[in-house]
T-cell receptor, first 113, second 114 residues
Framework: DTAVSQTPKYLVTQMGNDKSIKCEQN?????MYWYKQDSKKFLKIMFS???????INETVPNRFSPKSPDKAHLNLHINSLELGDSAVYFC????????????FGPGTRLTVL | QKEVEQDPGPLSVPEGAIVSLNCTYS??????FMWYRQYSRKGPELLMY????GNKEDGRFTAQVDKSSKYISLFIRDSQPSDSATYLC??????????????FGKGTKLSVIP
């Protein structure tokens, strides 16, 4: 009965590869988010998305693209992986209009070699 | 100047102590103020959120917001070893299309020693 789930939990890959991280929420929320937590534990928003609009943090490289097949899923696709992409990526969700209560997934630890 | 400033610690206290965690911010557009707890290798977990200036209490936890000073605090009474975690302050401003983007502090790592 996990609220927000992510797969895989760990991802190790080579520079230049393309990879995807999947996120699913069973809370019936309208809005989903992707955050990046770097090696210094700083957590930063990458995207927020609901069925109306994608809002992108302007500092996110266009190698990163969120894809939402339906309201319960927001996957993160990364092209041409770089060493600096190594981090923990967290998915979160909230009900529209109550963005202060965001529920986070367990994270995906990405290591680029 | 970063939007949200938080002392990363680490902070080490004996069991039973009162813990005070603080953040300052610069963006007057922030509307909601939150504290998240993150255990090692886990996702952040929402502890408390407040909207207006003043205090909000939940069990051993008290969140305090002073909008005039742009300062928020989290107090933990009778701290327990299970409180050992990283505490992240976070704030939101409405970013359009029904979404609120959280801006986090860097987190304070707390250790409660038995």
């Amino acid at each position: 009965d996990t609220a927000v789930s992510q797969t895989p939990k760990y991802l190790v890959t080579q520079m230049g590869n393309d990879k995807s991280i999947k996120c699913e929420q069973n809370l019936g929320h309208d809005t989903m988010y992707w955050y990046k937590q770097d090696s210094k534990k700083f957590l930063k928003i990458m995207f927020s998305y609901n069925n109306k609009e994608l809002i992108i943090n302007e500092t996110v490289p266009n190698r990163f693209s969120p894809k939402s097949p339906d309201k319960a899923h927001l996957n993160l696709h990364i092209n041409s992986l770089e060493l600096g992409d190594s981090a923990v990526y967290f998915c979160a969700s909230s009900q529209e209009g109550t963005g202060n209560e965001q529920f986070f997934g367990p994270g995906t630890r990405l290591t680029v070699l | 100047q970063k939007e949200v400033e938080q002392d990363p610690g680490p902070l080490s206290v004996p069991e039973g102590a009162i813990v005070s965690l603080n953040c300052t911010y610069s963006n007057s557009a922030f509307q909601y103020f939150m504290w998240y707890r993150q255990y090692s290798r886990k996702g952040p977990e929402l502890l408390m959120y407040t909207y207006s200036s003043g205090n909000k209490e939940d069990g051993r936890f008290t969140a305090q917001v002073d909008k005039s000073s742009k300062y928020i605090s989290l107090f933990i009474r009778d701290s327990q070893p299970s409180d050992s975690a990283t505490y992240l302050c976070a704030m939101t401003a409405y970013s359009g299309a029904g979404s609120y983007q959280l801006t986090f502090g860097k987190g304070t790592k707390l250790s409660v020693i038995p």
